[in-house]
């Protein structure tokens, strides 16, 4: 520990040295400044956010009075440390109250039930929750928990009679004796008012409830011996948290939650958004601290290389490899720890910022709670501060190492030869990236785009690896070219990137790099996009799609309504949801996420085709299953055999494959058959119904008469084709949003490592500009030289960065279209070229002229 210590804080003697050294070369030290200052605003968001997803929640309404809350199993855990949330709500049995009530210390449990329902005004428009929210259907027996009291009127008893709470009557403009009509599914029926409750001492903000009778409730739910939860009411001095080890103890397989967490089993989002912000978060601030330890260790090796005369001059005169090593890690832990300060407020705000685009892509509630406490800034700045360290290590391995006369022959040129390390790491990593896209032995399935994706990475660390190699060989091919010998900027353009291979491709390399990065995740998910478009396009058959308004889904009866329409040729009902795949992998097993929908089969291939490969889909039963064909080769399944389905309930079951089909983009990796699925889903209700029309049969006339026959379902809606793709449950997660928050933050960083890099190279040339100027050049000649050296930067860049992301695309595009080519975007390529030449030549220009402001005469006098 001491010498940990001894490592991240230096002695007071080398940090005054190190203040000496800092303020002489102010420029030579702003460029780690400001990306360890980023870094930690962005490991600071990271550590808020994680820290928010680990303590914070939403408080409870329904289960304000209640002082432990239990629930079923709602993540599926593949190790201890990693879960899979299931896309239902996970029920528990109904003897599981009896077995609460009998736990000491417990002086009530009752069993909660919740049916999404929508309630009608007299003219017909539905009245949802406050901003929007959802309105709930519960058991008067639940209302203890809140507690709801009887404001007027008196307790449902009929199953015809309601309450309604007070915001929800309001704004319904109903009183007690009211009917109103309340829709379940999308089943309306009538109920009389007979009494308004008044709300838990903490309102109701995400939600409105209605009060059946505890039999209606449950005849309305469709889960006979099932509750959503359990609300239990301790006894006198008995305290939650000891109360809750007693039912852990003696309840098995159910989730106890205290305190705030009691909101994470009354509103299944906030655990939803609790898990994926904790996952995400902690991952992507891992991915920040090596981000940052390459990015320091790169802007300081430029700022050592500048220095290597002074350097080589303190090993001549008797310093130590260790003397230098102190010096250099004292340097960067005055810097970092400046840094690392400066990059924490702006962290705040950049955690609040990422906090909207979750709750931009439906990833987190919009009343999530942000905690901003001292861990997060203080975790930030201990990390800046290593991760400074290590690269200052790294960097100053090869200065200490290096004899006294070596040194100071080095320091008279730029050392041409790369390490063999460093070239035997860069090449074995190219042909293993293309193993992994393009080689017979790549892993099939679903898992050739992320196996292609992942070599991204291969491909990056290679051209980090081969940069100045790769650098002057694009010198010798196209240097001509792009900067003609003929005139005199060209001739000295070229001399300069020649002779200084190594110091260009410091910038070279992070910006190809980034072009890489950014060219995999545009055109990766341009050609997902156009193969889910074209399947889902192509596959479609049917005329017109019926979904629900409310988004609460449809009952089985809409299905038998719309058979019955003249000119309807076929009806297929959609339910869908999230279901999870085990199968064998390697030594062990392995679980996967994936979509799926529950069809008829019947005359299924009338409203949808999914390009049955082998098999028939008309043997879908709820023993058997369909799947795609990269599901197929991810889990190595053929037709007949069986495998481990959990759906979305936690449910889980055996089914054999019977068929295997190519369109899963489209329409879902899972199909299951349609009672089956709606038997798991919360509110058991399908997405939509396809409907296709009779040959012969005019659309308006077809659509007028669906509009009669859904007259007595007031909340479902006749559409077209579209409607399909914005069913609920039909995607739209926002995980396109996430990947672009992330993946906008990665790039935003290393564009500042670019920026920064092509500042500090260039601004350290005053001498060199002012030689140039003295011997005859014009400033206009040593711009336009600068100009021919941004052209080297940008067109290099733009080569090795596009050449990278060739095999990574091929492999994900015939993953999913069996194309080899992807689907590359016009406007993305453009933005692409466009950011690369911004930050290059504008960061070239803007140095260059820093550098011109001195007159010659002065520059060359200054010193280095």
Known sequence: MRRLVRLVVPHRKDLSLAWSTIRGRKGGFIGSFVAIAAGSAVITACGILLMSGLTTGVTPERYAGAAVVIGGEQSYWLDESSEVRYSERVTLPADKVDAVAAVPGVKSAVGDVDVNVGVLTSDGEEVGGPDGFPVFGHGWSGASLGPFSVREGSAPSGSDEVVLDAGLAGRADLSVGSKVRIVVGSI??????????????????????????????????????????????????????????????????????????????????????????????????????????????????????????????????????????????????????????????PGVVLAFVMRGVFIFAGAMPSDFQMRVGWLPFLASLVLCMV?????????????????????????????????????????????????????????????????????????????????????????????????????????????????????????????????????????????????????????????????????????????????????????????????????????????????????????????????????????????TVALSRTVAETIHAHRGDKFVVRLGDGTMIKPRVVAIYERGFGFGDVTLSNDLVVAHTTSQVDSAVLIR?????????????????????????????????????????????????????????????????????????????????????????????????????????????LLATIPPLVGISTSLTKSPVPSISPLGLIAIVALTVALSWGSIALATKYALRSAPVDAIGGRE
Not at 252 to 278: I, K, M, N, Q
Not at 495 to 503: E, G, P, Q, S
Not at 740 to 747: E, N, R, S, V
Request: hydrophobic share 50%; aromatic share 4%.
């Open 693 to 801: 029309s009779k040959d012969g049969t005019d659309s308006k006339t077809l659509e007028g008469a669906l509009r009669n026959a859904m007259k007595p379902y007031p909340t479902v809606d006749v559409g077209g084709r579209g409607a399909f793709q914005n069913a609920p449950g039909a995607g739209g997660s926002g995980d396109w949003a996430l990947n672009l928050l992330f993946q906008t933050l990665l790039l935003g960083y290393i564009a500042i490592a670019v920026v920064n890099t092509l500042v500090m190279a260039t601004a350290a040339r005053v001498r060199e500009f002012a030689m140039l100027q003295l011997i005859g050049a014009s400033r206009d000649q040593v711009r336009a030289m600068m100009n021919g050296e941004a052209r080297m930067v940008v067109f290099s860049a733009l080569l090795f960065g």
């Open 387 to 623: 991760s400074a360290r290590l690269g200052g290590w790294l960097v100053a391995r090869r200065v200490a190492r290096t004899s006294p006369v070596e040194a100071l022959g080095d320091a008279a040129i730029e050392p041409k030869k790369l390490s063999r390390v460093r070239l035997a790491v860069g090449f074995l990593l190219l042909p293993l990236g293309l193993l992994l896209t393009l080689s017979d032995v790549a892993v099939s399935g679903d898992s050739v785009a992320d196996t292609a994706a992942a070599a991204v990475l291969l491909f990056v660390v290679a051209v980090g690896c081969l940069g100045p190699l790769l650098l002057r060989g694009a010198i010798m091919v196209f240097g001509s070219r792009l900067n003609p010998r003929s005139k005199a900027h060209g001739f000295l353009a070229q001399a300069n990137v020649r002779a200084n291979v190594r110091r260009l491709s410091t910038a070279t390399t992070p910006l190809a790099m980034g072009v890489t990065l950014a060219a995999v995740q545009v055109f990766g998910a341009s050609t997902t996009s156009a193969a889910a478009q074209e399947q889902f396009e192509s596959g479609l058959r049917a005329d017109h799609v019926l979904t629900a308004s409310s988004g609460a889904g449809m009952s089985p009866e809409v299905v038998d309504a719309v058979r019955g329409v003249p000119g309807v040729a076929a009806v297929t009902p959609v339910a869908r949801m999230k279901v999870l795949l085990t199968f064998p992998s390697e030594d062990s097993t392995a679980t996967k996420v994936f979509a799926a929908q529950g069809v008829a089969p019947e005359r299924l291939s009338e409203t949808m085709d999914l390009d049955v490969i082998e098999g028939d889909v008309a043997q879908l039963t709820d023993g």
């Open 188 to 345: 309306p029926s009538t109920y009389r008012v007979v009494g308004i409750a008044g709300p838990p001492k903490g309102g109701l903000d995400r939600q409105s409830a209605v009060f059946f009778t505890d039999a209606r409730v449950t005849e309305l739910s469709g889960r006979p011996g099932r509750v959503d939860a359990i609300g239990v009411r301790a006894e006198p001095g008995v305290t939650p948290a000891a109360l809750a080890k007693r039912i852990e103890a003696a309840v098995p397989h159910v989730v106890v939650r205290t305190g705030e967490e009691r909101g994470d089993v009354e509103f299944l989002d906030v655990g939803d958004a609790r898990s994926l912000v904790v996952e995400s978060s902690a991952s992507f601030g891992g991915t920040m601290v090596l981000i940052v330890v390459f990015v320091v260790a790169t802007t300081l090796g430029l700022s050592v290389q500048q220095r290597r005369r002074e350097l080589a001059l303190l090993r001549a005169i008797g310093a130590t490899p260790k003397q230098i090593h102190w010096m250099i890690g004292a340097e960067m832990t005055l810097v970092s720890l400046a840094g690392g300060l400066v990059g924490v407020i």
